[in-house]
């Protein structure tokens, strides 16, 4: 069992719907959660960042954490075709490496 | 603030040479870690540097190897390079002390080895 899952997708949506996007992990020593977005041909931006379990939220992004059930959620309302990108979820301890998921393909179309 | 910066963007190599990729952190950043990106495998964790020291290092081979300059600008290098080492590889840059090391990353170097 890999350390992250994360399915990749394609994921593809019309404009203004809600998207949920999910990674279930399997160490429980995992504090930090973070998103990233990644458009094609480029690097990864930072876009949620959570510690420990619980919810945050920025503009139209909100970023879920379940420690319980190692679960961790992205949901983007009003979805955008600027949205259109590949997701990463990706977690570690304090001072370890991240590990990440292997990214989710989100289309959304106008 | 300027971001991460990684030259070059594109490297095209033949096997058995060897490659340097480069990458300037951001301002005040003393961290910098490498990853590599492919389809199958996604991101890989390949080193991290702090101070100049190796502070973590993921499953590569040690024709993988890093250095880190005392501006913290950082190099990777990899020799007698394999068809499978065509990546995008990554830099990312994290400030040390506060309470989580949050990665920011730079645009990549693209690596083909034909």
């Known amino acids: 069992q890999k350390e992250v899952e994360q399915d990749p997708g394609p994921l593809s949506v019309p404009e203004g719907a809600i998207v949920s996007l999910n990674c279930t992990y399997s160490?429980?020593?995992?504090?930090?959660f973070m998103w990233y977005r990644q458009y094609s041909r480029k690097g990864p931006e930072l876009l949620m960042y959570?510690?420990?379990?619980g919810n945050k939220e920025d503009g139209r992004f909100t970023a879920q954490v379940d420690k319980s059930s190692k679960y961790i959620s992205l949901f983007i309302r009003d979805s955008q075709p600027s949205d259109s990108a590949t997701y990463l979820c990706?977690?570690?301890?304090?001072?370890?490496?991240?590990?990440f998921g292997k990214g989710t393909r989100l289309s959304v179309i106008a | 603030k300027a971001g991460v910066t990684q030259t070059p963007r594109y490297l095209i190599k033949t096997r058995g040479q060897q490659v340097t990729l480069s990458c300037s952190p951001i301002?005040?950043?003393?961290?910098v870690s490498w990853y590599q990106q492919t389809p199958g495998q996604g991101l890989q964790f390949l080193f991290e540097?702090?101070?100049?020291?190796?502070?973590n290092k993921g499953n590569f081979p040690g024709r993988f190897s890093g250095r880190q300059f005392s501006n913290s600008r950082s190099e990777m290098n990899v020799s007698t390079l394999e068809l499978g080492d065509s990546a995008l590889y990554l830099c990312?840059?994290?400030?040390?002390?506060?309470?989580?090391?949050?990665?920011?990353f730079g645009p990549g170097t693209r690596l083909l080895v034909l």
């Open positions: 990312a840059s994290s400030w040390v002390g506060g309470r989580q090391e949050t990665q920011y």
């Open positions: 160490n429980s020593a995992f504090q930090y």
């Open positions: 540097y702090f101070s100049e020291t190796q502070r």
């Open positions: 959570t510690y420990s379990s």
């Open positions: 301002s005040g950043h003393r961290s």
């Open positions: 990706a977690m570690n301890r304090r001072n370890t490496p991240l590990v």
